[in-house]
């Protein structure tokens, strides 16, 4: 057989067919009979809680949590998905017929929050941060109302036996980002700023570097186990303190290699050509999150901002 083969090689090679070889197309894998596609709606009970869930839309999530006086929803998660908002509302009534009381907007992304209007529907009032609304008001989007009410600092909603904490802990992932806490569950809900397990991409646009890394000191401070992330985190799971120490010192080292370029007189073009983070060339996201990051991070210490 051996022989065989190498005679065959050989005649391959004479008769120079090994580029026509080498460009015939693999065959495709065979589909995984293990693994069903994911559906692009998704209900999920967080693992040893009463009521708290989170809703997945394709590749954003929120959480609500379902109390025996009613649900305090976050964010529709809706954007170019125009029935995303009452897809959401019917997930919430397959579990629960209580009323829908409190939509909390995280931040004001419409990635995040657009869709509100089947909750406003369903009787629900709306609670951000009040640059959600300074933010918002001047782009009068059809699909994203207003907040009914809004808070600067701190705000706590008591519904049932469930205590959620909204708390603005400063500039992070825009101005207007808020961590939501569950002290009795021990619980955050974190959208954009902490990937869990993944580099950072376009959440980086409108991002504040060094503040974030002080905010970040603020929500390690903070009593949790648990974070949901806004997008599904590395293999679908929940965020730890962990996951969070490794985002700063991901962030820390993006601007420590950024700060040389920058200072250097390389923004933009070289600088962000020359950036690369090794260490990270194996996590989710590096390829597609690194141009994000390089320019980000050439803003500050390439321009000052
Ligand atoms: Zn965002």
């Known amino acids: 057989m051996r022989n065989s083969s190498l005679s065959l090689i050989a005649a391959t090679l004479a008769l120079g067919a090994l580029p026509a070889l080498a460009q015939t ?4 894998p065979a589909p995984a009979a293990t693994a069903p596609a994911r559906p692009a709606i998704e209900t999920t009970k967080v693992e040893g ?9 394709v590749n954003h999530q929120a959480m609500f949590i379902v109390t025996s006086e009613g649900v305090i929803a976050t964010d529709p998660v809706a954007y170019g998905r125009p029935t995303g908002g009452k897809s959401y509302v019917d997930e919430i009534r397959k579990i629960t017929d209580k009323p829908i009381k409190y939509l909390v907007y995280s931040h004001h992304h419409y990635d995040h929050i657009a869709g509100g209007k089947a909750f406003k529907d369903a009787g629900a009032h709306i609670i951000a941060h009040k640059n959600v609304t300074e933010r918002l008001k001047p ?6 109302p207003l907040p009914d009410e809004t808070f600067t600092r701190r705000k706590t909603i008591k519904l049932g036996a469930t205590t959620l904490e909204l708390l603005y802990l400063g500039l992070n992932h825009s101005d207007s980002n808020i961590v939501m806490r569950l002290p009795k569950e021990k619980i955050v809900f ?17 991002f504040y570097p060094l503040p974030t890394e002080e905010w970040i000191g603020k929500v390690l401070a903070l009593d949790w186990d648990r974070l949901i992330p806004g997008h599904p985190g590395a293999g679908g799971r929940l965020g730890t303190k962990k996951d969070v120490q490794d985002q ?4 820390q080292t993006a601007s420590a290699a950024m700060k040389k370029l920058g200072q250097e007189g390389k923004c933009w ?6 950036f690369a983070m090794p260490k990270y060339e194996k996590w989710p996201g590096y390829q597609n999150g690194l141009p994000f990051i390089a320019r980000r991070y050439c803003g500050l210490w390439g321009r000052g901002t």
Do not use: S
């Not at 197309?25 to 495709?28: C, G, K, V, W």
């Not at 974190?190 to 409108?206: A, C, E, H, K, S």
């Not at 700063?248 to 962030?251: A, G, P, S, V």
């Open 139 to 144: 782009l009068n989007d059809p699909n994203t």
């Open 190 to 206: 974190i959208v954009d700023t902490l990937p869990v397990g993944q580099v950072p991409g376009r959440g980086m646009i409108d």
């Open 49 to 57: 809680t009463e009521g708290v869930y989170i809703f997945r839309n």
């Open 269 to 274: 073009e070289p600088a962000e050509k020359e």
């Open 248 to 251: 700063l010192e991901l962030l």
């Open 25 to 28: 197309p693999a065959p495709a």
